[in-house]
Nanobody, 126 residues
Framework: QVQLVESGGGLVQAGGSLRLSCAAS????????MGWFRQAPGKEREFVGT????????YYADSVKGRFTISRDNAKNTMYLQMNSLKPEDTAVYYC???????????????????WGQGTQVTVSS
């Protein structure tokens, strides 16, 4: 089992920055990918980005590429999402997620993940 807790959300003006954190506990070494997703009101949850266990590889949705950066500190069991140049359309609840196994291809889909945090609200004002 893996437990995930997000933090760092809030209200920011367009063009600003926020850094989200995802603290993991439990069998974190069993996850070869950890990711970030987001869900805006009335929309489906969508992929934001993902990172390998080693942190050596990251993958991003086109909508955030060049603005968002995922990193992780395995010593602290924490994953981060640095969000820069925020836009009103980035407003959503952001969730971190972990795959429940240590093997498999790049995890882009919701179905690739077995553990989810409770989410943190990010609101970008125009």
């Amino acid at each position: 089992q893996v437990q995930l807790v997000e933090s760092g959300g809030g209200l920011v003006q367009a063009g600003g920055s926020l850094r989200l954190s995802c603290a993991a506990s439990g069998r974190t070494f069993s996850s070869n990918f950890m990711g970030w997703f987001r869900q805006a009101p009335g929309k489906e949850r969508e992929f934001v980005g993902t990172i390998t266990w080693s942190g050596g590889s990251t993958y991003y949705a086109d909508s955030v590429k060049g603005r968002f950066t995922i990193s992780r500190d395995n010593a602290k069991n924490t994953m981060y999402l640095q969000m820069n140049s925020l836009k009103p359309e980035d407003t959503a609840v952001y969730y971190c997620a972990a795959r429940g196994r240590s093997w498999g291809p790049v995890a882009f889909s919701l179905n690739d993940y077995d553990y989810w945090g409770q989410g943190t609200q990010v609101t970008v004002s125009s």
